[in-house]
């Protein structure tokens, strides 16, 4: 097993396709520059570098096209565009910058002092790693808060194998705290929570649950990923029904969970296939998928359970 401070290869991948692009890009422009071509050479560089908006602003158009009878109310057209303009400029910090570069710049926190302190397990989603909660690492490790966040490995395997990474980070924690810590899950990272609570007895061992745009029941996207862990987040899936057979089962996690979804998120839509049965559900209007991480109302959730 990589050891805990470690890059993965999601790091080194996203690394490579950065710089790949932005050395793309240079070659075009200055290419196109020396030639007398400057319009050419703006324009290459611009759609290169600037690309991911027009990706971006293609799920805004297909959630707001699938909205259909959602119980959650339709964004309107103004909130739909600054959730896109949020988007294009939270999705280049999180993965140009702080997933290649910057994954390990605030390392896990268990410092011997540890014990009778609540610490905090983190769990990214799709295609991310532990950079995406820089912000909230950084803000934890001032304050001197336990913590530990994962890197989900494979990257493109199913969610049932990313559990056993879970385990060694919860058990971590545990030795290090004593006590039951608060999780705090974006994306497929709930659904990883899920599985692995299924399996793990999650009710004696997690005091709360916080979930950011998790798609518990599914999104609508998921038909177009051809990865394991894609196919499995799809609308009704058989890997969907069989987690919920086993929590109907057993002790369900909802009851201890809140879950943060948005009329606007661009990945798992229509809104409330974010929500789930049992859990305090709150709605974050006006916020696409990457940038809802980033959002404060997540972050006062997490400083009131540890307070708890």
């Known amino acids: 097993m990589r050891p805990p401070d470690a890059p993965g290869r999601l790091a080194r991948l996203q690394q490579g396709l950065t710089l790949g692009a932005l050395a793309l890009a240079l070659a075009w422009a200055l290419g196109w520059w020396q030639q007398g071509r400057p319009g050419v050479a703006l324009a290459g560089l611009a ?12 799920e805004v158009l297909l959630l707001a096209a699938t909205h259909g009878a959602d119980p959650c109310p ?35 926190q268990l410092p011997a002092q540890a014990q009778g302190r609540r610490g905090v397990l983190f769990i990214h989603g799709f295609v991310c790693n532990r950079g995406l909660w820089n912000p909230w690492l950084a803000r934890l490790t001032a304050r001197g808060t336990p913590f530990v966040a994962v890197n989900l490995e494979p990257v493109f395997g199913t969610i049932d194998a990313t559990v056993a990474g879970v385990e060694e980070s919860m058990r971590r924690l545990e030795a290090a705290t004593g006590l039951p810590p608060v999780v705090v899950a974006h994306s497929m990272g709930g659904l990883v929570l899920r599985r692995w609570w299924a399996e793990h007895d999650g009710a004696s061992r997690v005091h709360h649950a916080i979930t950011i745009g998790t798609p518990h029941r599914g999104t609508w996207l998921a038909r177009w990923g051809h990865s394991p862990n894609a196919r499995q987040m799809q609308i009704d899936s058989p890997w969907l029904r069989n987690l919920a057979q086993r929590e109907a089962a057993g002790t369900a996690p909802a009851a201890r969970m809140t879950c943060f979804y948005s009329h606007c998120d661009n990945i798992v839509f229509p809104p409330t296939r974010a929500t789930l049965e049992g859990a305090e559900n709150r709605h974050l209007p006006g916020l696409a998928h990457v940038h809802m991480a980033d959002a404060p109302e997540p972050w006062a959730e997490l400083q009131r359970q540890l307070q708890a």
């Open 47 to 58: 759609l290169m570098l600037g690309g991911h908006a027009l990706v971006l602003a293609l």
């Open 74 to 108: 339709r964004a309107s057209a103004a909130a739909l565009l600054r959730a896109w303009w949020g988007e294009v400029l939270a999705a280049p910090q999180v993965f140009c910058w702080r997933q290649p570069f910057r994954s390990q710049a605030w390392p896990d």
